[in-house]
Every structure is written in structure tokens, then in C-alpha cells.
């Protein structure tokens, strides 16, 4: 072989390994990518249950000053209740 192919020859294979180099460094770095984001799409998973679990003891703690509403309307009407009963039973004697 000549001198000029054999140059042209020996730079096509520091080419050739300078190429795989980079295509090996791009495939572990992929596969770094790909764990990274199965790390956050688990992540996620979790923050929505979390929510989800929020939003449930918010709706729980927005109903208890009704139900308490409620419970105090209920004790008055009874109230009201019991004392016409007694002034009619009362009255009545």
C-alpha cells in the first residue's frame, strides 16, 4: 500500500473508534435518561395519591361546619318543639 492510502486508511479507523466511542457514551447515557424518567413518572404516581388523599380530608373539613349547622338547626327545633309541647301541656292544666 501506499503511503497516502494507508494514512487515509489508519484515519478512517481512529474515525470509525472516535464514532462508536460516542455512540457507546449516547446509548448509557439514553438509558440513564430512561431511569431518570421512570424515577419521576413513579414520583408523580405518588404526588397524585398524595392529592388525592388531600383534596379527600379537605372535602371532609369543608363538611364538618355544616354538619355542625346542621346539628345546632336540629337542637333548636327540638328545643322549640319540647317547649310549645310543654306550655300547651302546661296551659292546659
Do not use: C
Not at 24 to 38: D, P
Not at 62 to 68: H, I, Q, T, W, Y
Amino acid at each position: 500500500m501506499d503511503e497516502k492510502t494507508e494514512f487515509r486508511l489508519n484515519q478512517l479507523e481512529a474515525d470509525r473508534t472516535t464514532l462508536f466511542e460516542k455512540v457507546n457514551g449516547l446509548i448509557a447515557s439514553q438509558a440513564s435518561m430512561v431511569t431518570s424518567q421512570e424515577h419521576l413518572f413513579l414520583q408523580i404516581g405518588e404526588l397524585k395519591g398524595g392529592i388525592a388523599g388531600i383534596t379527600t380530608a379537605i372535602e371532609a373539613i369543608k363538611a364538618k361546619p355544616g354538619l355542625r349547622w346542621n346539628t345546632l338547626v336540629n337542637a333548636i327545633i327540638t328545643l322549640l318543639a319540647a317547649a310549645a309541647l310543654a306550655y300547651f301541656i302546661g296551659g292546659a292544666s
